[in-house]
T-cell receptor
Framework: SQQGEEDPQALSIQEGENATMNCSYK?????LQWYRQNSGRGLVHLIL?????REKHSGRLRVTLDTSKKSSSLLITASRAADTASYFC????????????FGEGTQLTVNP | DTGVSQDPRHKITKRGQNVTFRCDPI?????LYWYRQTLGQGPEFLTY????????KSRLLSDRFSAERPKGSFSTLEIQRTEQGDSAMYLC?????????????FGSGTRLTVV
């Protein structure tokens, strides 16, 4: 089974609204990362949060991490139609931190 | 060199044939990864290299799969005796280990269809 599980599986909102996606994982992690994937394309790295961090911001993105609950959330504020994509969380485990384990993703649709 | 390049973008092959994919990472990145992604799923780890050394392989990488990175630059992923279950997007990514546990840069992938 996937280490990360995103919730919801699909989200449809209007342009200008905020979108929140959640991710849960099962084991201790070194860091958690969020990626975006447009249909049929590769993944684009959005933001990384380390296990000793609780919140991080990058532009319209806000990521939180709760290691006690083994969960993370990604908030996209003031969404745009161009934000329509699949969003994946990925965890880096253990001391090497090299392998990323991805969840199944949230499909976000932003309607103009 | 602005990103990770993968070739070909699409490959259609008959069951039983061998296929080979190529990945050119960002030149200064010493780590290179291969992932497989099926429709509606997240990417699954296959293997990774640090320079020319293959340091980890997933059990998903059966003996029909082999990956190389002979000079620590580009990498190839070969699938022998392809099966319909091999149909997927094969993604390559690279990163710089010296930056610690940073994000990956992914290529656009090679979509394999086995008919």
């Amino acid at each position: 089974s996937q280490q990360g599980e995103e919730d919801p599986q699909a989200l449809s909102i209007q342009e200008g609204e905020n979108a929140t996606m959640n991710c849960s994982y099962k084991t201790s992690i070194n860091n958690l990362q969020w990626y975006r994937q447009n249909s049929g394309r590769g993944l684009v790295h959005l933001i990384l949060i380390r296990s000793n961090e609780r919140e991080k911001h990058s532009g319209r993105l806000r990521v939180t991490l709760d290691t006690s609950k083994k969960s993370s959330s990604l908030l996209i504020t003031a969404s745009r139609a161009a934000d329509t994509a699949s969003y994946f969380c990925a965890t880096a485990l253990g001391t090497s931190g090299s392998r990323l384990t991805f969840g199944e993703g949230t499909q976000l649709t932003v309607n103009p | 060199d602005t990103g990770v390049s993968q070739d070909p973008r699409h490959k259609i092959t008959k069951r039983g044939q061998n296929v080979t994919f190529r990945c050119d990472p960002i030149s200064e990145h010493n780590r290179l990864y291969w992932y497989r992604q099926t429709l509606g799923q997240g990417p699954e780890f296959l293997t990774y290299f640090q320079n020319e050394a293959q340091l980890e392989k997933s059990r998903l990488l059966s003996d029909r799969f082999s990956a190389e990175r002979p000079k620590g630059s580009f990498s190839t992923l070969e699938i022998q005796r392809t099966e319909q279950g091999d149909s997927a997007m094969y993604l390559c990514a690279s990163s710089l280990a010296a930056q610690g546990y940073g994000g990956y840069t992914f290529g656009s992938g090679t979509r394999l269809t086995v008919v």
